[in-house]
């Protein structure tokens, strides 16, 4: 028997081609390649945020300015008509969102004056300290 006659016994095993579909996947058991698993940065950051529920930016309700009486007793002469109209020109008040606000007159302080006071809101306690003095509600 020469060298070049000698042959193995058995066949030779043929290297398993793993990863071109059927049973075993892409990976197939060799593990994944580097860092697959990680998730953008914006994602986590909103991921943190709690989660507020409904439409949140409600506009202003209240455009009511408050007027005290002893701001009136300090502006006003005797006699004089009190609205809103005159408010926004001696200062008292300003507009909100470009119009004329609702006023509503609060009893801080004390009064002496007769006034005129039309169309406003006024506190029960305003009204009747007004009424005291002369003043006349509309």
């Known amino acids: ?14 290297k398993k081609r793993i990863g071109r579909g059927g049973k075993k996947g892409s990976s197939s058991g060799r593990g994944v390649q580097g860092i697959t698993k990680s998730q953008p940065r914006i994602r986590e950051i909103l991921k943190r945020y709690p989660k507020l529920r409904g ?9 009511t300015q408050l007027i ?9 002469e005797s006699g004089a008509v009190v609205n809103p109209e005159v408010c926004m020109q001696k200062r ?11 006023v509503k007159i609060l009893a801080r302080g004390g009064i ?11 506190s029960k306690s305003a ?12």
Do not use: D, W
Request: with cysteine; charged share 35%.
């Open 55 to 63: 439409y949140r930016f409600h506009p202003r309700t209240n455009k």
């Open 1 to 14: 028997m020469r060298l070049h006659e000698l042959q193995p016994i058995h066949k030779p095993k043929k």
């Open 112 to 122: 002496t004056k007769a006034l005129i006071i039309e169309s406003c809101e006024i």
């Open 92 to 102: 008292i008040i300003r507009r909100i969102q470009g119009k004329t606000p609702k």
């Open 68 to 76: 005290n009486l002893e701001v009136l007793e300090r502006v006003f």
């Open 127 to 138: 009204r009747e300290k007004i009424e005291k003095a002369g003043g006349v509600v509309k």
